[in-house]
């Protein structure tokens, strides 16, 4: 009998140590939420509303969307978007580092205030960084280049100005590749870029801003079956939620999304990760019963701090 619980444990000690081994190999590689809204921020300015008020003292961390990219095991950190919080988004990604790198790469989306100002800390009058690698598309770089003060930048060689094309696949460490892809948006001083990050076991999208999912030339429930997470435009709840006509500013209504998986089975769902909220909209309310039932269904509400393995 002795004998029998003894191996009984052996086997159970054993199984739970593989396990715990995997997961730590696994989380080598992860995804950091690092903001979660609208480009100007919230509480947003100019705003007297119980929204903005109610965030003002709320004790959760908002800061603008952002994700960073974690390779533990090559020492390497990445972000996406630099938003005018990098400083302190950098210092959460980097807290319990000892690397001297500020990061390691930050990959843009686009020329809209939220996505790329960020960039001015690292200039001669904050960080003064020294070739700080900025991956975007062709018109991204020439907006940048050619534009005060970010030329500045460039021209001082505080940042190095790395091109990445549409739908190609850049290797950044030996367990990570990011994939651009071009969305439609208003794409006033550059293109609008979308990311996929693949890692050794899982993938995801990252699209913080489309002008709406039927404009796109692929399927977007097709690409959110095609990966593990999905970090997806939901700047508005619902049309009518701002006092100016939504059609100026275009993205997906969360109910719209909503609407175009609502066929689709709960793991699929399940990979949706809801993200770039305005300063409106009813996912930053710490209690709706209405959000409540969103997430009952599966779907995910990216919340500051959220890590998830590749």
Not at 127 to 141: D, E, Q, S, T
């Amino acid at each position: 009998m002795k004998k029998n619980l003894y191996i009984f444990f052996f086997i159970v000690f054993n199984f739970y140590s593989c396990v715990k081994k995997d997961q730590t190999v696994y989380s080598d590689q992860f995804i950091t939420v690092l903001g979660t809204i609208q480009d100007a921020g919230y509480p947003h300015i100019g705003c007297v509303k119980h929204c903005c008020n109610e965030g003002f003292n709320s004790k959760d961390i908002n800061f603008v969307t952002s994700l960073g990219l974690t390779d533990l095991s090559n020492g390497k950190y990445f972000l996406f978007e630099a938003t005018p919080d990098i400083s302190d988004q950098l210092k959460y990604l980097k807290n319990d580092t000892n690397s001297t790198t500020i990061i390691d790469g930050v990959f843009l989306s686009h020329a809209h205030i939220g996505h790329y100002t960020g960039l001015m800390y690292f200039g001669r009058e904050a960080l003064g960084g020294f070739k700080i690698p900025v991956f975007a598309m062709p018109r991204m770089l020439s907006f940048l280049k050619n534009n005060g003060p970010w030329s500045q930048l460039s021209s001082l060689e505080n940042i190095d100005l790395i091109p990445v094309e549409n739908n190609i696949s850049l290797n950044i460490t030996s367990n990570l590749s990011v994939v651009p892809f071009e969305v439609p948006h208003r794409d006033e001083y550059s293109e609008t870029v979308g990311y996929k990050i693949i890692g050794p076991n899982k993938s995801a999208l990252f699209i913080p801003d489309i002008n709406k999912w039927e404009l796109w030339n692929r399927d977007i429930v097709n690409e959110v079956i095609s990966v593990d997470y999905a970090f997806l435009d939901a700047t508005f709840f619902q049309d009518g939620e701002i006092n100016r006509p939504m059609s100026e500013i275009p993205h997906p209504f969360i109910m719209e999304t909503l609407n175009l998986f609502e066929n689709e089975s709960r793991e699929v769902k399940n990979k949706i990760y809801f993200i770039h909220f305005n300063h409106t909209n009813i996912s930053l309310e710490t209690n709706n019963s209405v959000i409540d039932s969103i997430i009952s269904l599966g779907y995910n509400f990216s919340r500051f701090g959220d890590q998830l393995p590749l």
